[in-house]
């Protein structure tokens, strides 16, 4: 059966990773030091959504004493990427290897030093199957996306343009701007 | 006078762009722990239970985990089997917090919220407000928060997939369209094409 | 099972759930500061209590009415506790101004542009008194002033006097005001049309608590416990409700010149059409979406039934384009989904034009200040007036549009573009900046109890 984590092309990953105790308040300066306009990221194409949350603790029900269900902080890394979970790993810890360190170091049984296939190993183990999952454009990657915004871009500014052309130029015009398409 | 602090002009951290990330935790009613495997078989087994969420068009990803168990890295971890299950929700979408709201409350109404039932401390679907606060005071805040296209919304984004098939046949033909029929195929296109303008 | 108590109408104030009508086409909008310890402020403030107008329907039409309402700083400096101010909404209590960058109010319409006396805190207390002729209106207005004198420590920091153009139209020509939403037990006579839309063509009315405080709201009559919507604490809250007041500016030289431009590329009509299909109605308020190649010369606003029209015949926008000015700010059912996604973001309108017509032809600014004063009663500002501004008229995503802006109201910072859609779409562009925010207010319109708590220093 397919996996739940599977919604189309795309993939979605949860790393759920125990924090180091006293590194907590660490781990939220490495992670609130990202770059959030040129996000590490984006060295990681494949990847159409991602969030690192520190998960402090866990609601508990009530009526009961107050106890974390959890034992202490985790790390919570999700993604939402195109394809498969297993070079996703990779391409993660090799194009964002740095911060992937940096974050990861703060977690119980990381691999020293934290890199390369140790780390994806670490990582893979410390994943968790969604139950179910949605999304909303199951079938295009980050790429074409990126593609197909871009080209819509193109014909607005096309078609504003073609308005006031002579009828004679429009084939020529159009035809320059998306005849390789 | 006491006046609440005016929003920072930086987005706050689960905010990229247009798209917004929430993530959350509930706590189940012990028939949770069988309910919500069943939802998740269910819904897997029948896609069309969300169609309603969507051709609402706002939320981009969407998953939902019963966490009972996380894996264990040896000392110092503690825990691996939890006491009790979690449902844990987290959800990419455009739009304000308030438009979330109103439309998960008012649109996606029975359905939808066959995932919260077992949820304790659910307070129903309706009215808006009990939601929005059971919503609200189960989130957890999110550190880094990443948007391949963070502008553009599912709507946009849908819509640039729909005309980039059109726009590519369109071009296709009109290599060898002459130039005296190519006016009357551009319209036609045009006309077909501008709900994705 | 509905045990909705009647609405109260002496102690609502006047102009809300019906307005006052045509009749009273001088209006002025006197913001006044106080400057003087809360005490002798109130005493000031006493005096307006017995002039204010109520709902109450009228035995004969009085020759001048008056209304007040309060900003945040304005209940602060008449002594209403902090514990009170903070019972009322938090985007009440920052102010417009505090708001801009959501409410688009960038570039020439940033709060730092606005007016004297507007957007500072400085606007205490609103007076909006209505005349029907120019003499009571000067008589009314002198009143007011005097007794401001005789009292000393108060004075207006900003004012505004408002005219109805002939035809009730403002100043780029359009009909206004006469679509409103349906209120249950109040205007039950705007349902077709002013309503939520129904299966079978049917309408019915809005809950009256989305539009005055302390009675059921849409969402009380699906919530099984019947809550009321949120509202600032006794004796404050009941029977008042929020307003939202902004002074826009209209460019309407540029306004004419630009469809007048556009006109002349489009083709399927001439400059009358094109502004129609801006805006969503011919001039004379003829909906677009029922008359879609030509004004009805028979079309009377007024009439019952005018305002029953919906989009959903219509979802490709070949009638009235998907993103004109009035399928934006009402979309009724074009949302689908029975009109659940419209229903809780209606507004009561009020506003008057202000300053002296450009002349009929006239293509170049005389440099006259002129303009709408957008006037808005709301229960909430956020849902119903930030839930407009923001996501339907600064934006098109909702409607599929993109990032195309309301093309009358948004700046150019959007996509510069409006879709005319049609078997040939027309492309209207650039996209100018008509209407700019020259200043705003958010205010507290409370019931004559509340009004009558603060002035007795008894609002907690």
């Known amino acids: ?181 | 006078m006491n006046l609440p602090a005016v929003a920072p002009d930086a987005p706050p951290s689960n905010v990229a762009g247009r798209t917004t990330s929430i993530t959350l935790f509930t706590t189940q009613k012990w028939w949770g722990r069988f309910f919500m495997p069943f939802m998740f078989t269910a819904s897997r087994a029948v896609p069309k239970t969300l169609d309603a969420m969507d051709r609402l068009s706002f939320i981009s990803f969407a998953s939902w985990t019963l966490i009972r168990e996380l894996p264990y890295n040896g000392p110092p971890q503690t825990v691996r089997r939890l006491r009790y299950p979690h449902l844990f929700f987290e959800v990419s979408f455009n739009g304000s917090w308030a438009q979330y709201i109103d439309s998960s409350v008012r649109v996606l109404t029975t359905g939808m919220f066959s995932f919260w039932s077992s949820s304790r401390t659910f307070p129903g679907p309706l009215p808006a407000s009990p939601f929005q606060r059971f919503f609200k005071s189960h989130e957890i805040d999110t550190s880094h928060y990443y948007c391949a296209y963070p502008d553009a919304t599912v709507t946009i984004v849908r819509s640039a997939l729909a005309l980039e098939e059109r726009l590519d046949m369109f071009a296709h033909r009109a290599q060898n369209i002459p130039e005296a029929a190519f006016d009357g195929a551009w319209d036609a296109f045009l006309e077909d094409a501008q709900r994705f303008l | 099972m509905s045990e909705d108590r009647q609405l109260e109408l002496a102690d609502i104030q006047g102009d809300i759930l019906r307005a006052y009508g045509n009749a009273y086409d001088h209006t002025s909008y006197a913001f006044v500061h106080i400057d003087c310890p809360p005490e002798q402020a109130r005493a000031w403030f006493s005096g307006l209590l017995g002039h204010v107008t109520t709902a109450e329907p009228w035995a004969q039409k009085p020759l001048t009415t008056l209304n007040v309402a309060l900003t945040a700083s304005g209940l602060a400096a008449l002594g209403v506790s902090d514990a009170a101010i903070g019972s009322f909404a938090d985007e009440f209590r920052q102010g417009m101004a505090a708001r801009a960058q959501l409410l688009g109010d960038a570039g020439p319409s940033a709060p730092q542009e606005w007016e004297p006396g507007l957007g500072t805190g400085a606007a205490h207390v609103l007076l909006t008194i209505n005349a029907q002729e120019a003499e009571d209106h000067h008589r009314a207005l002198g009143r007011m002033k005097a007794a401001m004198r005789h009292a000393g420590g108060v004075r207006v920091v900003s004012q505004v006097d408002a005219q109805l153009l002939p035809g009730a139209r403002e100043h780029f020509g359009f009909a206004d005001g006469f679509a409103q939403p349906a209120i249950a037990g109040a205007t039950e006579d705007k349902v077709p049309g002013g309503g939520v839309p129904e299966k079978r063509g049917r309408w019915r009315p809005l809950a009256a608590g989305e539009f005055i405080l302390g009675y059921p709201d849409e969402d009380s009559n699906v919530d099984r416990h019947r809550r009321l919507p949120s509202a600032p604490r006794a004796p404050l809250g009941r029977n008042g409700t929020y307003m939202v007041w902004r002074k826009l500016h209209q460019d309407v030289a540029l306004w004419r010149r630009t469809i007048r431009a556009a006109a002349e590329r489009y083709p399927l009509g001439d400059a009358e059409k094109l502004a129609a299909k801006v805006v969503g109605r011919w001039h004379d308020g003829t909906p677009l979406e029922t008359h879609p190649d030509g004004r009805d010369p028979s079309f009377d606003a007024s009439a019952y039934g005018a305002n029953d029209f919906r989009y959903g015949d219509d979802p490709d926008g070949r009638r009235c384009p998907l993103g004109a000015h009035i399928r934006r700010s009402n979309p009724r059912d074009a949302l689908g989904n029975e009109g659940k996604l419209s229903l809780r973001h209606r507004m009561i309108r009020r506003g008057m034009p202000y300053g002296p017509p450009l002349p009929d032809g006239r293509l170049d600014d005389d440099g006259a200040d002129r303009g709408l004063v957008f006037v808005s009663f709301q229960a909430s500002i956020f849902r119903q007036f930030e839930g407009v501004q923001t996501p339907w008229i600064n934006d098109g995503n909702i409607f599929g549009l993109g990032t195309d802006k309301d093309f009358l109201l948004g700046d150019h910072s959007g996509s510069g573009k409006m879709t005319i859609q049609g078997r040939k779409p027309f492309f209207l562009t650039p996209q100018e900046t008509f209407v700019v925010t020259r200043g705003g207010e958010y205010l507290f319109v409370p019931g004559l109890s509340a009004l009558q708590a603060i002035a007795d220093g008894a609002a907690g």
């Open chain 1, 1 to 181: 059966m397919r996996s739940p984590n599977i919604a189309g092309r795309t993939y979605t990953l949860m790393v759920w990773t125990p924090i180091l105790p006293g590194r907590e308040e660490d781990l939220r300066s490495t992670l609130d030091g990202l770059d959030r306009t040129r996000s590490p990221l984006l060295r990681v194409p494949r990847t159409h959504m991602a969030r690192w949350l520190i998960v402090a603790g866990m609601p508990v029900p009530p009526g009961t004493k107050a106890q974390d269900p959890l034992g202490g902080p985790f790390l919570l890394f999700t993604s939402n990427f195109d394809g498969d979970v297993d070079s996703y790993l990779h391409e993660l810890c090799e194009l964002m290897a740095d911060e992937a360190a940096a974050i990861w170091s703060h977690c119980v049984g990381c691999p020293r030093p934290p890199e390369g296939a140790a780390l994806k190993a670490y990582l893979h183990r410390n994943q968790v199957d969604a139950g179910f999952t949605f999304a909303a454009y199951r079938d295009a990657s980050v790429q074409q996306i990126r593609t197909a915004l871009d080209k819509r871009e193109r014909l607005i500014d096309f078609a504003v343009r073609a308005q006031d052309m002579e009828p004679a130029t429009r084939r020529t015009a159009f035809l320059e701007e998306f005849g390789s398409a």
